[in-house]
């Protein structure tokens, strides 16, 4: 990535503020004495976060060692296993809490106390290395999520065993260079999955990865659909055979703080995916520290990230830090418009649910669908919500406030990556100011700044390249096999410094707001604008539910600015109404930002995690040639926006594309 060019433009103003409430403020786990704490001595901050928080076999005395910067460790001393600070020391106090409650989308459920989870994991654990799986070898694992999921993680982790989670969406072609590039031996799937409606065949699609995979002895399958599936004998072997009546308390592998606990694979913009290397003692740190203070979970809370475990927000915020620290949650299987658009809300009432945390995708998909679905359940039960994955859009975050909050609830939005394994700015819910799309500011132990293209801080109020100053503790070690490209990747545009990929601005007070990665940053007649902004903008107009924004290129501007919009279902779009648009743009930002063109579509081509590929409107928008569309949720809207666009193109007159 790099941060060639002048500093990014910042135009957007928002007014409203929100106090945290004043019993929250009073009770709250995260006090401002944190802040203070880890100004004076970040290191020992972190230090003192690591012994408190977390089980030791062995305590570390050091917390960073820099002499091999940028390849910092933490923590190097310490010896732990992260399966038993998930589950083996809440058992004499917390073993018949409920460390679960999963629904399957056809409807199945289950309780799973942490005493249950103990025996779950301990049992895979030992069938795994009856499998003849060691510490130090990969484990591939390709679900849906079902518990085994969750149980499959942290029985590798039991092993000292180092897991790469595949999302279950992914294809074969994707799981196969995974599964290659860190070199597994085993592999946890299941018969199949459900997702809308629909099964997903797992076992199929892992069948067509391994046949170019020959250094994958073992497959272990959990049965879910009760579809008929290819068996390999002596290779494949049933989940709940494998488990039978194996130790029900197998002993924890101790590994030192900087053995690899995972890999997860995310783009890059080579097309070859970066395994991205996270260790143990210093990750389950972050994941714990931050999990309680963001989210203020206690023992009366019941907890939902409702995003995959197959993606970062998973391995953290539905595993190992919740579990790290002794809480409640709830695992659901499906879509959220399955059978009908209100099942989030349904779950939220069934169990109770007080904290939410979500992507603004889903949040906007839910202001397209109306107001009719929450308003059917009681969501008294919420407390706090949360925002992750990209920027939240003001609009966006004042219908979750009011529509799903009830007006009450303070809505974390957080700023991290996969790369950072935690989160590292975000408001805390007894202590911040929140402000409609704003991230608020780092973390306490957290050397966040936003520089010009000389690696120089920026001025409040002006837009330039989000960076850490300082390292951190879940931060990745290395991409996976390749050393030379973490350093040219995230290190050598501002040495010393690590480049985040995307745009902030921090206003007046010095809160952050995060304007997109920083290759969406268009350029319009020498103008750098984020793409987050000008979407802000027309999310803010009462006809639409969500924005995509492009830079095409322009003979005259140089970037002329596309916009995609999808409209809330109530509402009719037409040439009157894009223009409205385009002004309502010019006047909430300024006429430099006003959209050349503007597309109205029904959705947008989204990633099955739920991220809009930009990439793929660029290449609508510019007429070129469209790249690769496998990893989308739902390839078919990408024909159906080319078609709109071209046909717009044809008449002459882009603003009129409906």
């Not at 595949?166 to 290659?180: A, K």
């Not at 990665?517 to 268009?522: A, C, L």
């Not at 007649?525 to 903008?537: F, K």
């Not at 109205?600 to 991220?611: F, Q």
């Given at each position: 990535m790099s941060s060639d060019g002048p500093t990014i433009e910042s135009l957007a103003v928002e007014d409203r503020r929100f106090p945290p409430p004043p019993e929250l403020a009073a009770t709250a786990i995260a006090r401002p004495e944190l802040y203070e704490e880890a100004a004076a001595d970040a290191e020992a901050f972190w230090l003192r976060r690591a012994t408190e928080l977390l089980d030791w076999v062995t305590p570390p005395a050091a917390a960073c060692d820099r002499s091999r910067a940028p390849f910092f460790t933490w923590f190097a001393d310490g010896t732990l296993n992260a399966s038993a600070n998930c589950l083996d020391r809440h058992l004499a106090e917390r073993g018949d809490r409920v460390a679960y409650h999963w629904e399957g989308e056809p409807g199945d459920r289950q309780t799973i106390t942490y005493r249950d989870l103990h025996e779950r994991v301990c049992r895979l654990a030992a069938g795994l290395r009856e499998l003849g799986v060691r510490r130090g070898d990969r484990v591939a694992i390709y679900l849906g999520m079902v518990p085994e999921i969750?149980?499959?993680?942290?029985?590798?982790?039991?092993?000292?065993?180092?897991?790469?989670?595949?999302?279950?969406?992914?294809?074969?072609?994707?799981?196969?260079?995974?599964?290659?590039?860190?070199?597994?031996?085993?592999?946890?799937?299941?018969?199949?999955?459900?997702?809308?409606?629909?099964?997903?065949?797992?076992?199929?699609?892992?069948?067509?990865?391994?046949?170019?995979?020959?250094?994958?002895?073992?497959?272990?399958?959990?049965?879910?659909?009760?579809?008929?599936?290819?068996?390999?004998?002596?290779?494949?072997?049933?989940?709940?055979?494998?488990?039978?009546?194996?130790?029900?308390?197998?002993?924890?592998?101790?590994?030192?703080?900087?053995?690899?606990?995972?890999?997860?694979?995310?783009?890059?913009?080579?097309?070859?995916?970066?395994?991205?290397?996270?260790?143990?003692?210093?990750?389950?740190?972050?994941?714990?520290?931050t999990h309680r203070w963001v989210f203020d979970a206690g023992d009366d809370d019941v907890y939902w990230c409702a995003a995959d475990a197959g993606w970062v927000t998973g391995h953290s915020y539905i595993v190992y830090g919740p579990l790290a620290n002794g809480v409640t949650s709830v695992l659901y299987e499906g879509a959220p418009g399955t059978p009908d658009r209100d099942r989030w809300w349904e779950i939220c009432a069934r169990y109770g649910v007080t904290i939410l945390y979500c992507a603004p995708t889903a949040i906007r998909t839910f202001m397209k669908w109306g107001t009719e679905y929450p308003a059917r359940h009681d969501l008294s039960s919420l407390r706090l919500l949360g925002s992750v994955g990209e920027p939240i859009n003001p609009e966006a975050w004042m219908w979750y406030r009011t529509h799903i909050g009830g007006g009450r609830c303070p809505v974390m939005d957080t700023w991290w990556q996969t790369e950072t394994g935690h989160i590292l700015i975000s408001p805390l819910p007894g202590i911040s100011t929140l402000k409609p799309g704003s991230a608020s500011r780092p973390l306490p132990g957290i050397a966040a700044d936003v520089v010009d293209a000389a690696g120089e801080s920026v001025p409040l109020g002006q837009?330039?390249?989000?960076?850490?100053?300082?390292?951190?503790?879940?931060?990745?070690?290395?991409?996976?096999?390749?050393?030379?490209?973490?350093?040219?990747?995230?290190?050598?545009?501002?040495?010393?410094?690590?480049?985040?990929?995307?745009?902030?601005?921090?206003?007046?007070?010095?809160?952050?707001?995060?304007?997109?990665?920083?290759?969406?940053?268009?350029?319009?007649?020498?103008?750098?604008?984020?793409?987050?902004?000008?979407?802000?903008?027309?999310?803010?107009?009462?006809?639409?539910?969500?924005?995509?924004?492009?830079?095409?290129?322009?003979?005259?501007?140089?970037q002329a600015i596309a916009a995609f919009v999808t409209l809330k279902g109530d509402v009719t779009g037409d040439e009157a109404l894009i223009q409205e648009l385009r002004g309502h743009v010019a006047t909430k930002i300024g006429a430099?930002?006003?959209?050349?063109?503007?597309?109205?579509?029904?959705?947008?081509?989204?990633?099955?995690?739920?991220?809009?590929?930009?990439?793929?409107?660029?290449?609508?928008?510019?007429?070129?040639q469209l790249g690769d569309v496998t990893t989308l949720a739902n390839e078919d809207v990408v024909s159906e926006i080319a078609g709109l666009a071209s046909a717009a193109r044809a008449s002459g007159d882009e603003d009129k594309a409906v």
């Open positions: 969750v149980v499959a993680m942290l029985a590798c982790a039991r092993l000292g065993a180092p897991h790469t989670v595949v999302f279950g969406g992914f294809s074969p072609e994707s799981l196969r260079d995974r599964i290659l590039d860190c070199g597994c031996t085993a592999l946890i799937t299941a018969d199949g999955g459900w997702r809308a409606g629909k099964e997903v065949p797992l076992k199929r699609n892992a069948d067509a990865a391994l046949a170019e995979c020959p250094d994958v002895r073992s497959v272990v399958v959990v049965r879910r659909t009760g579809s008929e599936i290819g068996w390999v004998d002596g290779r494949d072997v049933w989940y709940h055979e494998l488990v039978e009546g194996r130790d029900a308390d197998l002993a924890p592998e101790p590994v030192g703080a900087e053995h690899p606990l995972y890999i997860l694979y995310t783009s890059g913009s080579t097309g070859k995916p970066k395994g991205i290397l996270h260790t143990t003692g210093g990750y389950l740190t972050g994941v714990a520290a837009g330039g390249f989000l960076v850490i100053r300082e390292p951190w503790p879940g931060m990745l070690r290395t991409l996976y096999g390749d050393d030379e490209r973490y350093v040219e990747t995230y290190w050598s545009q501002h040495p010393g410094m690590y480049l985040a990929g995307d745009g902030a601005r921090r206003d007046a007070d010095g809160d952050f707001w995060l304007l997109g990665r920083i290759d969406d940053v268009m350029n319009v007649s020498g103008h750098r604008l984020s793409t987050i902004e000008v979407e802000s903008a027309l999310v803010d107009h009462p006809a639409v539910a969500e924005a995509a924004v492009v830079g095409r290129a322009d003979e005259t501007t140089g430099i930002a006003r959209p050349k063109s503007i597309v109205l579509t029904d959705d947008l081509p989204k990633t099955r995690s739920g991220k809009i590929m930009r990439r793929l409107l660029r290449d609508i928008s510019e007429n070129r």
